[in-house]
């Protein structure tokens, strides 16, 4: 395969496979306020957008799988390339790397923005501990958001080894999250506590379900989730995966895939060094 997805925040790219690149087309609100009286508001003016972008901006979000190789992309309709046009399905992405060229069959798939995964650092020495902080900035904003954080079977996770950090309103324990309060807020605004948050148990992946989150405000990280002591015996590749399921305006669901996906590798030589202040001196 000679494309990805770009690690971006809100991006249209879905799974690419087997020939074909899923492309995610939805629905989205932009809250406007009027005045700096509304900023405390929870009803301000709202508006509905389409989240699909045009060819030339959906070729943004794709980037070559080497890193030494610069590619080159068109959306082509029969003959016709299109750049402010939207894609529909059935488009071809025609991509090219030296000699190389690779087509694939586009398919509009209803769908949230995919999210961005990603770690502080991605590195871990096996045999060692060290807690890990995974970072993650929902797609689109949205309110009575779900969010799922699958974490490898090989790190051990429970309610009270896990902090997380919604959209800065302070760092909690997972067992604490659901009677933390939002803290000061208009008198009209209806979510008193963060949300709900469960741990399920999976073969490859352990699940961690956040539900009722307000995800309209825009502070940078949405979910800041701190492993604490984690120690993994064998080196290898440990894949996180994120997905984001909206209510409103509309039932979607981001594709868990692309730039919804980072990879922890353990490693046997030193991952990590960082200072430590000599209160001696």
Do not use: W
């Amino acid at each position: 395969m000679l494309i990805k997805a770009k690690q971006l925040q809100g991006s249209n790219i879905g799974e690419i496979k087997n020939g074909t690149i899923n492309i995610a087309s939805g629905t989205k609100r932009i809250i406007t306020f009027l005045d700096s009286k509304d900023a405390n508001r929870s009803d301000s003016s709202e508006g509905r957008h389409s989240t699909l972008v045009s060819a030339t901006e959906i070729l943004t979000q794709l980037v070559s799988t080497d890193i030494n190789q610069p590619i080159t992309c068109k959306i082509m309709s029969g003959s016709v390339e299109k750049t402010d046009e939207k894609p529909t399905t059935g488009d071809k992405l025609v991509v090219t790397r030296g000699t190389e060229t690779d087509e694939y069959t586009i398919n509009i798939t209803q769908a949230a923005l995919a999210g961005k995964l990603s770690f502080d650092n991605s590195c871990l020495t096996a045999g060692t501990t060290r807690d890990i902080t995974l970072d993650y900035y929902a797609g689109q904003r949205t309110p009575e958001a779900e969010v799922n954080i699958y974490v490898p079977a090989a790190i051990d996770i429970n309610m009270d080894n896990v902090t997380v950090d919604l959209i800065g309103r302070g760092e909690v324990a997972l067992s604490g999250f659901a009677a933390k309060s939002v803290g000061r807020v208009a008198v009209d605004y209806k979510y008193q506590t963060l949300g709900n948050v469960e741990i399920t148990s999976g073969t490859t992946h352990n699940v961690i379900k956040f539900t009722g989150l307000d995800l309209r405000p825009d502070n940078g990280v949405d979910l800041r989730l701190r492993f604490k002591n984690v120690r993994i015996a064998e080196t290898g590749n440990y894949t996180f995966r994120a997905e984001l399921k909206t209510k409103e305006p509309c039932v979607l669901q981001s594709p868990g895939v692309g730039s919804e996906e980072t990879v922890l590798g353990v490693i046997n030589t030193v991952s990590d060094f960082s200072r430590i202040l000599d209160k001696s001196l």
